[in-house]
């Protein structure tokens, strides 16, 4: 028993065992492969379609009505086989003689592990494809990589199907001669094309050789630039291998290479800082729309490099119109994402409170960093600075920490006090107050000591909202104050009279004067060295 | 030099005008014109004449007509056309040319004593 398959072949339907099926099949497709990419392809085809149909035709009789695969080699013999049709005619054919001289990159299933790929490279370069398969393993260790690459060579590389992409794929290598060569033939025929022209349009033909001279010069050039634009395919595929590299361990690991030092990102992961702006499932959609919009550019750089360095028919049409649409689609909800985003940041808000320092034993205040304040983890956070500002992420506990700044001012009232102002944005005034006052900051009196923490920091789950916490301290003139070491944390640009840095007025007393903060016991005006 | 490779070009000149010739008389179907390439052994598969003939007909020296078949799909009977008429004259001339002259040089190798 067999299984037949009802085809239609020159618009008559024919019943075929389905060995008989698949060998016509090869024999169409080598067709195709010969005649598809000429201008006059399809009517070539249709034609010889319809002359083996009445073949085939001719075969059938009341008791045998389905084409056997002895049918199908009976019409082949009166056909001929398409490597035979053409002999000698190659100069009048450039294109086919265009496939026919190099070889081309396809996917050998013959012989292959999975898909080919690796077969197929191996048959390229004329190397023991064993080579490829360890290569791929390698980078498959390097977070997933190599298989990324496979799969996507996979893809895009057409297997070889019909004898003739098989002897393709075989094909001569690809040396200068031959590049040389093809060149010459491609130019032999824009020669022709060019001369007939001439004739068409009534142009002498008397400076043949002075254009020969040209061509000789025009060929070099042709070669010279192939050249170059190999090499500068093998460029892009590096370029965009590595940067695809360091872009997927940005995304999917939580330490990275290939990121430059100086950006001071050793512990950068990018959903985590996302999660310090935006909620959850935008962190998820953020992350793929990021990901699409900046690796589909950066695999079409692969993939250009790919096409420039080996020559393959891909079905790069469909997939690179899926490609586009979905970067574009990506692109245009990153920005929707930032636009929403955004409103979160209309509107901002301060919210300043003022505490009296009272009770002191006497006139001196001492300033200190509360060495036991919550902070984020040394070698545990992440972070981004930028001036004095900083983004501190601790990444146990997910909490968002800031730096605050603290600055004395000279009191109007007897009494010191310190002022304690909280900023944030929101969406609304009325939520950018309600961000601000949900900023946690403790400091704390003991008798004459004022203990500070060196962060403040988001409730848990908040989002960055652009927060601030400034300290003010507002000094009545005559009181002192001392600066334990520790204070340099927090202090930022304190005026003083003899305009010390910050890092140089700890551990001294400074009193404040009506001109303002000067150091203690220091003699008035200051003694000049 | 390749010998395969100077016969086929040989053909292939030959072959087109042979068409051409083939169908100077009346309109014919290819296998018809298979036929005749066959039986004066100018080819031997079918499948080569196919691209040939599409050829010519875009170049203006074929033209086509289709006619039902009772064996099969309708089939394209080719004929001249006028441009194609004073083609085949064209080569018709230049062929007893060369006839002419690669006997006289064929003659003149093989008996140079007659010749004087």
């Given at each position: 028993m067999k299984k037949t398959i009802k085809i239609n072949l020159g618009g008559i339907i024919f019943h075929i065992d389905e060995d008989a099926y698949a060998n016509l099949k090869e024999y169409l497709n080598a067709l195709t492969s010969k005649f598809g990419h000429l201008e006059e392809g399809d009517e070539i085809i249709s034609d010889i379609e319809s002359r083996i149909a009445e073949i085939l035709q001719s075969e059938i009789k009341d008791e045998k009505q389905v084409i056997n695969i002895q049918d199908i080699e009976n019409m082949k013999k009166i056909m001929g086989e398409p490597e035979d049709y053409y002999e000698g005619e190659q100069e009048e054919e450039p294109v086919s003689v265009k496939y026919k001289a190099g070889k081309r990159l396809y996917r050998d299933q013959d012989n292959s592990i999975l898909g080919g790929v690796c077969n197929g490279l191996g048959i390229y370069f004329d190397v023991d494809p064993i080579w490829f398969r360890v290569l791929f393993v390698v980078l498959f260790l390097v977070y997933g990589t190599g298989l990324l690459m496979y799969i996507i060579l996979w893809v895009l590389i057409p297997k070889a199907e019909t004898t003739a992409q098989k002897l393709e794929m075989r094909g001569?290598?690809?040396t200068v001669q031959n590049i040389e060569r093809s060149v010459k033939k491609e130019y032999q025929t824009v020669k022709e094309n060019f001369n007939k022209m001439k004739d068409s349009k009534g142009?002498?033909?008397?400076r043949d050789a002075v254009s020969d001279v040209f061509h000789g010069i025009g060929s070099v050039i042709v070669v010279f630039l192939k050249i170059i634009l190999m090499i500068i395919g093998i460029v892009f595929i590096i370029t965009g291998f590595f940067t695809l590299l360091a872009f997927i361990s940005l995304f999917l690991f939580k330490h990275t290479f290939f990121l430059p030092d100086f950006m001071d990102m050793d512990y950068f992961y990018f959903p985590d800082m996302l999660g310090i702006f935006t909620h959850g499932n935008n962190v998820i959609f953020i992350m793929i729309a990021f990901f699409l919009a900046i690796g589909i550019p950066l695999l079409a750089l692969i993939y250009g490099g790919i096409k420039l360095v080996f020559r393959f028919k891909a079905r790069d049409k469909v997939i690179g119109l899926i490609a586009f649409v979905l970067w574009l689609l990506s692109v245009i909800c990153l920005f929707t994402i930032s636009a929403f985003e955004g409103i979160n940041f209309s509107e901002d808000a301060r919210v300043k409170n003022t505490f009296q320092i009272t009770g002191l034993p006497s006139d001196t205040l001492y300033l200190k960093i509360n060495e036991f304040s919550k902070k984020p983890v040394e070698f545990d956070k992440f972070y981004i600075e930028i001036e004095n500002v900083g983004i501190y992420l601790d990444k146990s506990t997910n909490e968002v920490f800031g730096k605050p700044e603290f600055d004395i001012r000279k009191g109007d009232s007897e009494i010191i006090e310190l002022e304690v102002q909280k900023r944030s944005n929101g969406s609304t005034y009325r939520s950018a107050v309600e961000n601000a006052k949900n900023l946690i900051y403790n400091w704390e009196q003991k008798d004459s000591l004022l203990i500070f923490d060196s962060y403040y920091r988001l409730p848990g789950g908040e989002q960055w909202r652009i927060p601030h916490v400034k300290l003010k301290l507002n000094l009545p003139v005559g009181k002192v104050v001392y600066f334990d070491d520790s204070m340099t944390k927090i202090m930022y640009n304190i005026n003083n009279t003899s305009n010390t840095y910050d890092y140089d007025m700890v551990g001294k007393k400074w009193i404040m004067q009506n001109d303002g903060l000067t150091q203690f016991g220091?003699?008035?005006?200051p003694v000049n060295e | 030099m390749n010998l395969d490779n100077t016969k086929a070009q040989m053909k292939k000149g030959v072959l087109e005008y042979c068409i051409l010739a083939i169908l100077s008389e009346n309109s014919r179907y290819t296998s018809d014109i298979i036929q005749e390439l066959k039986e004066s052994k100018v080819i031997v598969v079918e499948g080569t004449l196919y691209p040939l003939l599409t050829r010519q007909k875009n170049a203006g020296l074929l033209s086509y007509r289709w006619e039902e078949s009772t064996q099969g799909p309708p089939r394209k009977y080719y004929e001249l056309t006028d441009k194609g008429k004073s083609f085949l004259k064209e080569l018709d001339n230049s062929w007893n040319d060369l006839v002419k002259a690669v006997s006289l040089i064929r003659n003149k190798k093989q008996t140079p004593e007659k010749q004087k």
């Open positions: 001569e290598n690809i142009y002498h033909r008397s220091f003699s008035y005006p | -």
